[in-house]
């Protein structure tokens, strides 16, 4: 089992709809988790980092985090063409040796289509 | 600088040269991590440096590879005896804190590596 997992795509949605992006991590004592959006050709820029459970808002973004479920994902209202790119999802490392290494998924390719 | 920056931004290299690649954190960040993504793949972890601890080195593919830090800034990654699938994007990123903190991290450009 892959520490962190995302299906690769692509996922493509139509212009002002939701794009709902998913990742599950395997390590329960993980900690810190953040996405990130990476552009083709360019490095990974982070849009989103969340902690507790629950979810949090920024503009059109929403991250959600389970722990209970080890599930993480975000949520991209008013989808803009501008939007196609590749998620990362990232999460810190936990259990027993904690080193709190960053584990990063493969991503999921989001294509918006105008 | 107001950001990472790394250099160069590409290499081409013949198959056995060894190669450098430099990285320059944010000022005041006290971590710093080499990535390497190799075409349409994520990104695989190298090396995290934080602070004055010992380095942890274990997504070092070989022992090819090695980095150092120097003063608590500026990052060298060596690649010796270059091979094809050393081909990569290598990126470098630094953060306020390290892992355990939460502290997200602040990519550079990277330096595209071509092993002919």
């Known amino acids: 089992q892959k520490e962190v997992e995302q299906n690769s795509g692509p996922l493509s949605v139509p212009e002002g709809a939701i794009a709902s992006l998913n990742c599950t991590y395997s390590?329960?004592?993980?900690?810190?988790f953040f996405w990130y959006r990476q552009y083709s050709g360019k490095s990974p820029e982070l849009i989103m980092s969340?902690?507790?459970?629950g979810d949090k808002e920024d503009g059109r973004f929403t991250a959600q985090l389970n722990k209970a479920s080890q599930y993480v994902s975000l949520l991209i209202r008013d989808s803009q063409p501008s939007d196609s790119a590749t998620y990362l999802c990232?999460?810190?490392?936990?259990?027993?040796?904690?080193?709190?290494?960053?584990?990063f998924g493969q991503g999921t390719t989001l294509q918006v289509k105008p | 600088g107001a950001g990472v920056s790394q250099s160069p931004s590409n290499k081409v290299t013949e198959k056995g040269k060894d190669v450098e690649l430099r990285c320059d954190p944010i000022?005041?960040?006290?971590?710093l991590y080499w990535y390497r993504q190799s075409l349409g793949q994520g990104l695989e972890f190298l090396i995290y440096?934080?602070?004055?601890?010992?380095p942890d080195k274990s997504g070092l593919p070989s022992d090819r590879f090695s980095a150092e830090r120097t003063g608590g800034s500026v990052s060298t990654l060596t690649i010796q005896r270059t091979q094809q699938e050393d081909s990569a994007v290598y990126l470098c990123?630094?953060?306020?804190?390290?892992w355990g903190q939460g502290s997200p991290l602040h990519f550079g450009n990277g330096t595209r590596l071509t092993v002919t």
């Open positions: 990123a630094s953060s306020l804190g390290g």
């Open positions: 390590d329960r004592g993980s900690q810190s």
């Open positions: 969340i902690y507790s459970n």
């Open positions: 990232a999460v810190s490392g936990g259990g027993s040796s904690n080193t709190g290494k960053l584990i």
């Open positions: 000022s005041g960040h006290t971590a």
């Open positions: 440096f934080q602070g004055n601890s010992a």
